[in-house]
């Protein structure tokens, strides 16, 4: 049985607003609201993945974060396994755009990424929103 890779996202928040990206996918005429990420590599730890996409992608280093309860992990697209982070303290500025894409960043209230139409994107941040809840 092939193992199911594993993604980490990140998960900047100041509390009220989540970091997300704004990516053209394929099949739909609009920019979606996602959330950012990367792929664990083989010989990585998940922090370690965790640390690695977002100084790739952002150009920060996270300095505060949590992985959100095994409960909270979520099947993304081709049944990968979502781990989220949530990163409240970083080193050094967010930039505007993703490094490595050029898509654009953009900080929005949690409940206006709800309405994203990408399903582990709106289960992503509910898992956020429950998970907030509680603490």
Do not use: H
Not at 71 to 100: A, H, R, S
């Amino acid at each position: 049985m092939k193992k199911r890779a594993k993604v980490v996202i990140c998960v900047f928040t100041d509390g009220e607003k989540i970091l997300t990206e704004k990516r053209l996918l394929e099949n739909y005429s609009e920019w979606q609201t996602l959330i950012p990420g990367g792929g664990v590599e083989d010989f990585e730890t998940i922090e370690q993945a965790l640390k690695r996409e977002v100084f790739e992608e952002l150009g920060v280093i996270p300095l505060e974060f949590i992985v959100l309860p095994k409960e909270e992990q979520i099947l993304g697209l081709n049944n990968q396994i979502i781990v989220p982070f949530l990163i409240t303290k970083w080193q050094g500025e967010l930039p505007e755009k993703i490094l490595d894409s050029g898509n654009r960043l953009e900080w929005m209230i949690i409940e206006e990424v709800l309405n994203s139409p990408i399903k582990p994107t709106k289960k992503i941040v509910e898992a956020l929103r429950k998970y907030l809840s509680k603490s």
